[in-house]
């Protein structure tokens, strides 16, 4: 089995969105899930003669990345413990019963099925878009993702309207294929 | 031949005018000729199908990416980063 090679020259355009997205399903703030990858991509650089080869470059990264959320909940919670004030509702028995629509769980909020099943399924979209060729999944990435109008695409791309639909389509046909065997 | 070629086209167009109402970017009069289209054209019917399919996977995902611009400053980071370890 060939060893699986490191190169951090190509990592943010193969890995950052793919990260990104793990990262924001976790910390839930653009800012921090930005700085959590930069810092992965940081200490992957740092640790790279580590890199032993035997697991694929992203599962690399992706553990690295599990050990800065963890640290970064750590950190605010150890500046932040300390000065929260908990209030718990009913410490003594005369309020009981005061605040009972306050402890009913919310319909509207999601269960953490819901989570657990997004999340997997914000994966299995990158990994079938990480299939398609560099420019058709750029462009899907960006109409469809980011929501960009068709005219900032193109002048940022250089490309014709057209042509940009008929990326758009190839890509469409393979991302639907490429779901429908992994997902559907 | 020709009606062949007809039939192509018009597949070609409705197959993008499908593309364009993903977006919503199709026009009312365009949509009326999808509709009209996809009574009789099963393949298109197929393709329009898995398309509405995939928008609301995507949708429903809430995937986020990062912007052009978020993912330049990162790079220019990671490249001074590389050059640094370098020499």
Redesign the interface.
């Known amino acids: 089995m060939p060893k699986h090679q490191i190169d ?2 190509k ?3 193969l890995y ?2 793919y990260l ?2 793990f990262t ?1 399903s976790r910390v839930n703030n ?1 800012d921090l899930a ?1 700085d959590l ?2 810092d992965t ?2 200490a992957g ?1 740092k640790s790279m003669k580590n890199f032993k080869g035997a697991a694929s470059e992203r599962t690399w990264l992706v553990s690295i990345l599990k050990r800065k959320i963890i640290d970064h909940y750590r950190k605010i919670n150890s500046k932040k413990g300390k000065a929260e004030v908990r209030m718990s509702y009913n410490s003594d028995s005369e309020t009981e019963g005061d605040w009972l629509e306050e402890r009913v769980a919310d319909p509207y909020d999601k269960t953490a099925e819901d989570t657990l099943e ?1 999340e997997e ?2 994966n299995a ?2 990994n079938c878009l990480s299939k398609l060729p560099e420019k058709q999944a750029e462009v899907f ?6 929501g960009l109008d ?1 005219e900032t695409i193109c002048n ?1 791309l250089n490309i014709t309207a057209s042509n940009l ?1 008929v990326i ?2 190839r890509a ?2 393979a ?2 294929a490429c ?2 065997k992994n ?2 | 031949m020709s009606k062949e070629n007809n039939i192509k086209t018009a597949c070609h167009n409705a197959n993008h005018v499908c593309d364009k109402t993903q977006y919503k970017e199709a026009t009312l009069l365009e949509k009326i000729k999808l509709t009209l289209h996809l009574i009789y054209c099963r393949a298109c019917r197929k393709y329009t199908s898995n398309n509405q399919k995939l928008t609301k996977v995507v949708k429903k995902s809430k995937v986020e990416c990062m912007n052009s611009k978020e993912k330049k400053s990162l790079e220019t980071n990671l490249t001074e980063a590389i050059k640094e370890r370098q020499y």
């Open positions: 951090p020259n990592w943010v355009s950052s969105d990104f997205n924001i653009r930005k990858v930069q991509f940081f650089l997004n399924l914000g979209i990158y990435r960006k109409k469809t993702i980011e068709t940022e639909w758009i389509h469409r046909t991302m639907a779901m429908e997902w559907f």
